[in-house]
């Protein structure tokens, strides 16, 4: 099991920056994938951000392609989601997760661990 402290959200006019945080406990971090979701009130969980256990592959929505990115410490247990050119459609609760195995991946249920989650809300 792996517990997660998530840090770096906020409110943030368009065209903004932010850069989330995600601190983690438990299980080996630099043995799983990990991953970023959002939701935004009355819509699914939505993919965001993964990568891989050595950090060496990431995979992004088309969404956010070119305007944010994921990276990990492996040596910090962090992983970092920077998300530049934000937009009101930004705004959600985003989640960091970890993933049932190395790589990366879109999909929900390849995720067994979920941080609290931390609000991002971009004005227009």
């Known amino acids: 099991q792996v517990q997660f402290l998530e840090s770096g959200g906020g409110l943030v006019q368009a065209g903004g920056s932010l850069r989330l945080s995600c601190a983690a406990s438990g299980r080996a971090f630099r043995t799983y994938g990990m991953g970023w979701f959002r939701q935004a009130p009355g819509k699914e969980r939505e993919f965001v951000a993964a990568i891989t256990w050595s950090g060496g592959s990431t995979y992004y929505a088309d969404s956010v392609k070119g305007r944010f990115t994921i990276s990990r410490d492996n040596a910090k247990n962090t992983v970092y989601l920077q998300m530049n050119s934000l937009k009101p459609e930004d705004t959600a609760v985003y989640y960091c997760?970890?993933?049932?195995?190395?790589?990366?991946?879109?999909?929900?249920?390849?995720?067994?661990?979920w941080g609290q989650g931390t609000q991002v809300t971009v004005s227009s």
């Open positions: 997760a970890a993933g049932k195995t190395a790589g990366p991946s879109p999909r929900v249920y390849d995720y067994n661990s």
